[in-house]
């Protein structure tokens, strides 16, 4: 199998937020480390984003760095919608 062929490694990112400044980079990792990272996410009941492209970018964010300018908008765009919706996109709706 070529190296362009392989499922590419989960990433996972955790961020930070509060109203008074941006959202911080708390934990990031790959791999096994991904996976660790999305279930102690997942057992807090901490919304999760599967979103490949924007971890990849907020991966190469240092440990507890403000996410840069150029991030804003679509992370805004994904607290909006955890914030509104209580839930992340991917996740299923409550069932009534």
Request: aromatic share 4%; glycine share 6%.
């Amino acid at each position: 199998m070529s190296e362009k062929d392989k499922p590419a490694k989960k990433i996972a990112v955790a961020l930070q937020y509060d109203d008074d400044s941006a959202p911080v980079v708390t934990a990031k990792g790959a791999g096994t480390v991904a996976e660790q990272i999305e279930a102690l996410a997942r057992e807090a009941g901490v919304p999760i984003e599967e979103n490949p492209m924007m971890a990849e970018a907020l991966s190469q964010i240092e440990l507890d760095q403000e996410i840069p300018v150029e991030l804003y908008q679509a992370v805004a765009v994904l607290i909006g919608f955890i914030m509104r919706t209580g839930r992340a996109q991917n996740e299923p709706a409550p069932q009534q």
